[in-house]
């Protein structure tokens, strides 16, 4: 069904939130304009887990069968001991999903890969994206948002939508939000092309190992041509002034030093040009995404630890039931922007928490304990379907 498209609706931020956002509104027929601070469109350079539960939203979008296509299929995934290299875990995985491209199934993609997906996906990008706008200001009225961008360049807008990551503009401008609060962890990430390791047995494909204080996760993109790692290791302090930004791979490597040599071998083929970290930040839950004619979405909204890969799983949901509710609502804004926080706010505090909590588990101090499946703990939340939710 189109929703009339009298509405102009900006969103700040075109990471996986704001552009799924956008082709879901788009594919309603709705008029949107997307504010990105980047000069060029591109993602980071490592791997993501795209969730059965999010994987559904493509499968809405009609790009199901694109995303299946940038999936390295894991047939298993496990546990292995961190100084013996022993496998305490192994969890075989539905073959039908893993290997079948017409089947809704948790995918694991290259994040450039499927950003540059969801870009090409948008309708008409040259008139609606403006790259090099680093939203500086917002004010709105009561007919209008206005937006400022360090550019020198304003904007109106009826709605806007704040998908503008953890750092959100959008939020620390409209709202009384507290600042950030560092985790304790600090995370890497890494890209390594499979050749350079080509003697390590990667069975289970997916597979994580962790100690009380560390932990390091690996599984294959790029039709396992890349080997995807992110290791995490708890601080107590973080004195970059950076969340994210290149590191040297020493600095890793020193982490992991005393591990099974797989671990180490992986990390030290990493070039010097694909490793980055960053300080893992979470803030208390907001009772109110919505001021005025302003919302939030995605990790702006609900910034959401990578304990359990579903920050990205998170924003991906909220772009279809946002678009739902608009369509269910037509030109009813208000309505449509309350029914969507109503529908979405129980569910993301939800996996912001556990996947919180989820850090003490993989780094717990009993080994036993700490030698669970990667999906142990989720419970039913891959059940969720952005498709048929209740709205
Ligand atoms: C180590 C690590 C591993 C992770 N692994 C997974 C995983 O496997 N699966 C998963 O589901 N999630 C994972 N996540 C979480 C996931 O990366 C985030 O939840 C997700 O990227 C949030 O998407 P977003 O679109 O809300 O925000 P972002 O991806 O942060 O995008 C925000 C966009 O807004 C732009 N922007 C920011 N400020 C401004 C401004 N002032 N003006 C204009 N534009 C602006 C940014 O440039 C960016 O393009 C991981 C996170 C980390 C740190």
Redesign the pocket.
């Known amino acids: 069904m189109s929703v009339s498209n009298s509405l102009k609706i900006g969103i700040?931020?075109?990471?996986?939130?704001?552009?799924?956002t956008a082709i879901a509104l788009q594919q309603r027929g709705m008029q949107v304009v997307i504010?990105?601070?980047?000069e060029k469109?591109a993602?980071v350079g490592?791997?993501?887990?795209?969730?059965k539960n999010?994987a559904r939203v493509f499968e809405a979008l009609g790009l199901g069968e694109q995303l299946a296509a940038l999936d390295s299929p894991c047939a298993n995934m496990g546990v292995i001991d961190h100084l013996s290299g022993d496998i305490l875990v192994y969890e075989p995985r539905d073959q039908k999903e893993t290997l079948s491209s017409n089947v809704i199934a948790s995918r694991?993609v290259h994040?450039a890969d499927l950003h540059k997906l969801l870009a090409a996906s948008l309708i008409d990008a040259d008139s609606c994206l403006n790259l090099d706008?680093?939203?500086?200001d917002i004010s709105q009225g009561t007919s209008q948002v206005k937006l400022s961008?360090?550019n020198g360049q304003v904007d109106h807008c009826d709605i806007v939508i704040g998908?503008?990551?953890?750092?959100?503009?959008?939020r620390e401008r409209l709202y009384s939000s507290e600042p950030a609060n560092f985790t304790g962890f600090v995370?890497?990430?890494g890209l390594v092309d499979r050749t350079l390791v080509k003697d390590i047995a990667l069975d289970p494909q997916f597979a994580t190992y962790s100690s009380n204080d560390k932990l390091f996760v690996r599984y294959p993109v790029r039709n396992g041509d890349l080997i995807n790692y992110?290791a995490?290791a708890r601080k107590d302090d973080f004195l970059s002034e950076s969340w994210?930004e290149p590191a040297d791979v020493s600095e890793v490597a020193a982490q992991f030093s005393e591990w099974h040599q797989n671990v180490s071998d992986i990390i030290l083929a990493t070039p010097s040009d694909k490793c980055m970290r960053?300080a893992?930040f979470t803030r208390a839950p907001l009772n109110n995404w919505i001021n005025g004619r302003v919302c939030l979405?995605?990790?702006?909204?609900h910034?959401?630890?990578?304990f359990?890969?579903?920050?990205?799983?998170?924003?991906?949901e909220?772009s279809l039931i946002l678009a739902r509710c608009f369509e269910a609502e037509n030109d009813n804004w208000q309505s449509a922007l309350e029914r969507y926080q109503r529908a979405r706010m129980a569910r993301t505090n939800h996996i912001q928490q556990i996947s919180l909590e989820r850090a003490e588990s993989y780094m717990h101090n009993d080994p036993a304990k700490r030698a669970m499946g990667p999906s142990s703990g989720l419970g039913n939340a891959m059940d969720y379907d952005p498709r048929t939710a209740v709205i």
């Open positions: 700040v931020g075109a990471g996986i939130g704001g552009l799924t504010y990105e601070q980047a469109l993602e490592a791997g993501l887990t795209i969730s999010a694991q994040r706008h680093r939203l500086q961008f360090a998908a503008d990551g953890l750092k959100s503009a959008v995370a890497w990430r992110v995490i994210a960053w893992l979405l995605g990790d702006a909204a910034p959401t630890t990578p359990f890969g579903m920050g990205a799983a998170m924003a991906i909220d």
